[in-house]
């Protein structure tokens, strides 16, 4: 048998084991086939030589913000997926998002469809925002999203324009435990975070740094509580996204160790930034703005800690980027928060970019990077969080997220030792934006080369994303 493609000379990582330092990856047709030692080769038989380094399943994104009618500045899906790429992630998966006034979300599902073909350099899938679970959209319209390979949907339990109060959350968890559907919920306390918000707003407290304190984590402790209360009454699967608080997160390994269907998503963001960055700079007190989100950076070191050891010791299902920025030096960006010139923290748009650095920083805590007695989870973990998980959540497996025959051959190879060393920089990236919240920290490596379904699509080697607009392919998940 002869193959299209070998990798050879990688120490292959799955979710269980690293694999035999000889043991050789066999591609065809962008699937890959066999592995084993010694593989055939044929006359056209491209090989690919990694040197021996690590190599990793491509990186599931499952929580990305592309082309979003309120983030106007925010990335599209050519500059998001091309930086997706350049940073060792072959899928995505992002929000088609019903506003309010919404009767239906089958146009709003087509609509950002279009918005996608031909313009992704990975593949992608999509999850629904709902906002406005009306009976017609529960009862017709969440089956039409199963059929059509949408087999989750995302809600909020904060910000008024988009929160669906606790009977609604109950109505859409009913419907989604009958179809076999994943439902995500952005928990945070709505009545406290307005109640706070207003009392600083009425004492001049509105500089950015102020979100912070607006938004303190006994808000995500309290909604996660709720969330995880009424997913139990419903007995329906959960993922509370974007983590970070050591008390939520409690929540969940408590919920976890009574066999319930409660998952947890944290970000980067939350495990390497403190909310000092909020804090303007001498040169530009509004500078903090860039790293506004929701929930917000914590303000101890501590606080992180406690993040790390639910990343190793399993409690966390996904790491993903909750990708969703606006530009900083933009008036319809981060820059809406300045209003007659004065800071107005509630105005800032929430959201950091992430997609391009979210695996690095994660495999540089992993013993590839480290001494052992010094690495944050071990390799197959790193492999868990970043890809396998996330296909078995949201309906990929048996394609993506495991290096198996059978499965698309999407493929991180590494550099080997310390190689790929650099510190992250604005310049070296590859979104739209015009800052990343990362710059100046070190990440022991970086992807030298990115494969999709094969073909590589990004070579740290030429310094360039070498894949193609409209190389992705939608996916249509199931259960």
Same mark, same amino acid.
């Given at each position: 048998?002869?193959?299209? *493609? ?9 979710? $269980? ?26 006359? $056209? ?34 500059? !998001? ?30 609509? @950002? ?30 089956? =039409? ?12 339990? *904060? ?8 009977? #609604? ?10 179809? #076999?559907? *994943? ?90 930034? %403190? ?24 303000? &101890? ?17 996904? =790491? ?30 929430? !959201? %950091? ?16 990077? %480290? ?63 015009? @800052? *990343? ?11 030298? =080369? ?7 699509? =990004? ?17 249509? &998940?199931?259960?």
């Amino acid at each position: 048998m002869a193959f299209d *493609t070998i990798l050879t000379n990688g120490r292959i990582v799955t979710a $269980s084991d690293i694999l035999p330092s000889r043991t050789e990856i066999g591609i065809t047709a962008g699937v890959i086939t066999a592995l084993g030692l010694a593989l055939p080769r044929g006359p $056209s038989t491209k090989i690919l030589d990694a040197r021996g380094a690590y190599i990793t399943p491509g990186g599931i994104d499952s929580h990305v913000h592309l082309a979003q009618k309120n983030s106007p500045t925010g990335d599209g899906w050519e500059s !998001g997926t091309r930086s997706a790429a350049a940073g060792g992630t072959t899928t995505v998966i992002a929000f088609a998002s019903q506003e309010r006034g919404d009767e239906s979300l089958v146009p709003v599902v087509e609509e @950002y469809l279009k918005l996608a073909d031909g313009q992704s350099y990975v593949d992608y899938g999509v999850h629904c925002i709902v906002t406005n679970p009306t009976a017609k959209i529960l009862d017709k319209e969440f089956r =039409w999203l199963f059929e059509q390979g949408m087999t989750s949907v995302k809600l909020y339990m *904060t910000y008024e324009h988009m929160r669906v109060p606790d009977r #609604g959350v109950l109505e859409i968890l009913f419907k989604c435990r009958e179809l #076999g559907m *994943t439902t995500m919920i952005h928990a945070e306390s709505h009545d406290m975070i307005s109640f706070i918000i207003e009392g600083l707003e009425r004492k001049g407290n509105t500089e950015p740094y102020f979100h912070a304190l607006a938004r303190p984590r006994i808000a995500e402790d309290e909604a996660s509580y709720r969330a995880i209360s009424l997913a139990e009454l419903a007995d329906a699967p959960i993922l509370i996204v974007h983590m970070s608080s050591e008390v939520a997160v409690s929540h969940v390994r408590e919920a976890q160790g009574r066999l319930l269907p409660v998952h947890a998503e944290t970000c980067p963001h939350y495990l390497f930034l %403190l909310s000092e960055e909020i804090k303007g700079k001498e040169h530009d007190h509004f500078s903090g703005a860039k790293h506004v989100c929701s929930p917000p950076l914590r303000h &101890r070191k501590e606080d992180l800690e406690g993040l790390w050891r639910a990343v190793a010791n399993g409690t966390f299902t996904t =790491w993903s980027s909750d990708h969703a920025p606006s530009k900083y030096d933009h008036p319809g960006g981060k820059k809406l928060g300045l209003v007659d010139g004065i800071p107005r923290f509630s105005k800032i748009p929430n !959201g %950091l970019p992430g997609v391009e650095t979210r695996m690095a920083l994660l495999f540089g805590q992993t013993e590839a990077c %480290l001494p052992a007695s010094e690495a944050r989870l071990s390799l197959p973990r790193f492999v868990q969080l970043t890809a396998s998980n996330a296909a078995k959540l949201y309906g990929l497996s048996g394609r993506k997220g495991s290096i198996a025959p059978g499965f698309d051959a999407d493929l991180i190879v590494w550099y080997p030792g310390s190689e790929g060393e650099r510190v992250i920089e604005q310049g070296r990236m590859h979104h739209d934006m015009d @800052y *990343t919240p990362f710059e100046g920290v070190e990440v022991g490596n970086w992807p030298r =080369w990115t494969i999709l379904r094969g073909e590589v699509v =990004w070579s740290d080697e030429q310094g360039d994303v070498v894949g193609k607009k409209g190389d992705g392919e939608f996916l249509k &998940r199931g259960r």
